[in-house]
């Protein structure tokens, strides 16, 4: 299994910035993705941005380009998304998710809060 604790999470006004860390651990070595989503109150999960664990490929949402920049360190199991520009439809719950190899499945963090204030 894989376990992903997410942190970085917080209070912010608009127009400030956030960098939140997703942790992995245990049974890294089968990870070649990872994402983070974001979930609104009253509404779904949505997909924010994702990267390659191997070669670092990236995609964004359209909603976040230009705004947000996901990294990864993999000599420290961790990925980072640096969000700037933050509006308040941006505050959500962000959850880190790794897809694996094993299996093909895949995983979710606890989530970290992310509130913007106008």
């Known amino acids: 299994q894989v376990q992903l604790v997410e942190s970085g999470g917080g209070l912010v006004q608009a127009g400030g910035s956030l960098r939140l860390s997703c942790a992995a651990s245990g049974r890294t070595f089968s990870i070649y993705h990872m994402g983070w989503y974001q979930q609104a109150p009253g509404k779904e999960r949505e997909f924010v941005a994702s990267?390659?664990?191997?070669?670092?490929?990236?995609r964004y949402a359209d909603s976040v380009k230009g705004r947000v920049t996901i990294s990864r360190d993999n000599a420290k199991n961790t990925v980072y998304l640096q969000m700037n520009s933050l509006k308040p439809e941006d505050t959500a719950i962000y959850y880190c998710?790794?897809?694996?190899?094993?299996?093909?499945?895949?995983?979710w963090g606890q989530g970290t809060q992310v509130t913007v204030s106008s």
């Open positions: 990267i390659q664990w191997s070669g670092g490929s990236t």
């Open positions: 998710a790794a897809a694996t190899t094993i299996g093909g499945n895949t995983y």
